[in-house]
């Protein structure tokens, strides 16, 4: 035998054929499992992010929802490959997208397409961090309705009340509430810190403030659900410090709220109107802050 496989002419074409073949049916493998990873990592971030942007309207409609996910699936090329988007409660949403992907080298082995799939949850957490907050502040003992029109007071002494509070985020001064008022604060607020109340009449520079944020907002009145609009304020909730006494002179802050403003304010006003709404916004949440006020984060949850 020995000898016969010695003088067998064209043996090593074979095992060159041989080999060949198993190197094409690797290569293959390589190639139909490279395509399938990669269109398993674009799915999952597309149910990612459909799932992340979805969960931003569930303070507002199932329908609002619905729109913003198919919009992300139609941005990420994947219209048709929604299998389900469940709202799991109020403050969660499931996506999940799906399709069959056609292989290539792994067809001559009768495997045509395989079925690729992915799912993402993300869920809504009570803020513990923001940026961008006014200088006004709410008792977290006061209870809120949301939708219900709310008179929030600041003229002189109103801090003093314990419901709505005047807060020196910038330090004394007219001037610096003002500003912060307008434009928001622009150091970051987290649920923990102390920060000091503002005395004295400010009255004037609220309406300032509230008739310019409402002046720089182009949608109509009582349209609180757009991403863009000044109206909408980001407010610290606290829980007053110190003795108990007739001023309080400090808070620490203890969540975060948003107040839609309803209504300019003519030049009597020492008052302003508006909502409380639920919306999720710009922020951190480390845990969930220890109240709900209706302002939150999302994160992805698996």
């Known amino acids: 035998m020995k000898a016969f496989l010695k003088k067998e002419e064209g043996s090593s074409f074979l095992l060159m054929a041989l080999g060949m073949m198993i190197t094409l049916a690797i290569l293959g493998l390589v190639v139909d499992g490279g395509h399938l990873y990669m269109t398993k990592s674009h799915m999952q971030k597309t149910a990612n992010a459909a799932a992340l942007s979805g969960a931003q309207e569930l303070p507002n409609s199932s329908e609002k929802v619905n729109q913003v996910v198919g919009e992300i699936l139609d941005h990420h090329g994947e219209t048709d490959s929604l299998l389900f988007s469940n709202m799991e409660g109020d403050a969660l949403l499931h996506v999940g997208v799906g ?7 792994s067809a001559l082995f009768g495997v045509d397409s395989v079925t690729v799939q992915a799912e993402a949850k993300a869920g809504l957490h009570a803020m513990t961090a923001g940026i961008g907050t006014v200088p006004l502040g709410l008792n977290e003992s006061m209870e809120l309705v949301y939708g219900d ?21 910038e330090g004394p001064g007219a001037k610096s509430y003002g ?22 009449n400010i009255a004037g520079a609220t309406r300032e403030g509230v008739n310019y944020r409402i002046s720089n907002c182009p949608y109509p009145d009582g349209d609180y659900q757009q991403r863009d609009c000044p109206r909408i304020m980001l407010i610290p909730v606290y829980k007053p410090l110190g003795d108990g006494g007739k001023q309080m002179k400090s808070v620490e802050i203890t969540g ?12 009597k006003d020492d008052s302003i109107s508006g909502i409380f709404i639920k919306r999720v916004g710009a922020g951190e949440s480390n845990g969930d802050a220890p109240l709900d006020r209706g302002a939150y984060t999302i994160k992805l949850t698996r």
């Open 99 to 105: 399709r069959e992907v056609p292989v290539f080298f």
């Open 149 to 169: 029109t709310y008179t929030l007071k600041v003229d002189a002494g109103d801090s003093e009340t314990g419901n709505f509070g005047i807060l020196a985020l």
């Open 179 to 200: 500003e912060s008022l307008k434009y928001g604060f622009d150091e970051e607020l987290k649920v923990g810190d102390v920060i000091n109340t503002q005395t004295g």
């Open 256 to 267: 975060f709220a948003y107040f839609y403003l309803a209504n300019p304010m003519d030049s």
